[in-house]
């Protein structure tokens, strides 16, 4: 993976170079060696059960990665952009003997933290890997719907899954669209849990879907979940999609965790609508989205503000919620700004592209 030119990132370390989800953050794993240091000739391992957190590559979401748009969208109308909105991540070495963890303890920033923290004993690396792919595609579809719904623009609700053994199976298929329940519209599946949970196990429902291009009614005896007895209950798992054919993909393959959100949906925005969102200026950020548009918490924030800083960002939209520990180093004349949602991340950077004072994060 090779992040837009103007942030190539220089890992400290040769090695492997690949992405694992630490938590609420996206991470690129350094392999200190190809194999696990071993004594010679047995194989008892020299690795120390902890791993090395610092900075990693940052990528500009309004730009390139591997010759692609970091986000394309398709089916409607984009504006040009200008200035960066970069995502950030945390890099972590594994891997490591006695000698190479005190020497990152010793002479650089790094934190050290159990290695359990990156690999947890109770999954294995294929787990690891699909966890880490499901709540990056649950972070990108949390940022395109909280875009939407910050454009006023309409979104829809598709049928992720169908549970087995629930009031669902045989009923619903994947990817039916809802349209209306009880035939009242519906654009949120907060809107179709709601109308489903108002109701007691037993009694009927009627979903107006869209499947295969036709539009359909399904009724159904809603069930009941044994963790939610006498609430009515369908049996899907549901996720938004825009309602009016636009398409937005992102193509950083390899980079997981949820706490790209905000900037990826911050980019979505600026490329949706006229002028530069950020005032032309190089903005960073972290946190993750829901679709309702508020912005959580991470982890290794302060590694996220030493990369964005050392590529030369001018302004981090931080966490309100991570403000005092993202102030806690040196971060030169970057401005750090708390923000709590969408709209307070967009007025930030108005009010920093039109000199003003934006609020800062304060250390403790």
């Known amino acids: 993976m ?38 010679p000739g ?23 990665v591997d010759g692609e748009q970091v986000i394309e969208i ?29 020497g990152r303890w010793l002479f650089t920033e790094d934190t050290m933290v159990p290695i359990d923290h990156i690999f947890p ?7 690891i890997k699909q966890s880490n792919e499901a709540a990056f595609t649950e972070s990108e579809s949390a940022a395109t719907i909280a875009a939407m719904n910050h454009l006023d623009r309409p979104t829809e609700v598709v049928v992720a899954r169908v549970l087995d053994g629930t009031a669902a199976t045989g009923v619903f298929a994947e990817e039916d669209t809802i349209l209306a ?27 107006t879907v869209e499947r295969d291009g036709r539009e359909q009614e399904l009724d159904l005896t809603l069930g009941e979940l044994e963790q939610n007895p006498g609430v009515g209950a369908v049996g899907i798992l549901m996720t938004s999609q825009p309602g009016d054919g636009v398409e937005v993909d992102y193509n950083l393959q390899d980079v997981g965790g949820p706490s790209a959100g ?22 960073a950020g972290t946190g993750t989205i829901t679709p309702d548009g508020a912005v959580g918490p991470i982890g290794g924030i302060v590694h996220k503000v030493d990369a964005a800083e050392a590529q030369g960002a001018e302004l981090f939209l931080a966490p309100a919620e991570n403000c005092a520990e993202a102030v806690s180093r040196d971060h030169g004349d970057m401005v750090v700004a708390s923000v709590a949602n969408l709209d307070e991340a967009i007025a930030a950077m108005d009010t920093f592209a039109a000199g003003g004072e934006v609020t800062t994060c304060q250390p403790r």
């Not at 905000?262 to 903005?283: E, Q, R, Y």
């Open 2 to 39: 090779t992040p837009d030119s103007s942030h190539t990132p220089r890992p400290a370390a040769a090695g492997r170079l690949r992405t694992v989800a630490l938590g609420a953050v996206p991470v690129v794993l350094l392999g200190l060696a190809v194999s696990t240091p071993t004594i």
């Open 42 to 64: 047995t194989d008892i391992s020299l690795a120390v059960p902890y791993a090395a957190e610092g900075p990693g590559p940052t990528f500009n979401t309004l730009g390139e």
């Open 74 to 102: 398709t089916g409607a109308r984009t504006d040009e952009t200008e200035g960066n909105l970069d995502m950030t991540t945390v890099s972590v070495r594994t891997n490591m003997t006695m000698a190479q963890a005190l």
């Open 121 to 127: 004993a109770d999954m294995d690396p294929e787990q």
């Open 181 to 207: 329940v009880d035939g009242v519209e519906v654009q949120r599946p907060t809107e179709v849990a709601e109308r489903a949970q108002a109701k007691k196990p037993g009694e009927e429902i009627t979903f």
């Open 262 to 283: 905000m900037m990826f949906s911050l980019a979505v925005i600026d490329k949706l609508s006229p002028g530069p969102l950020n005032g032309g200026k190089f903005v």
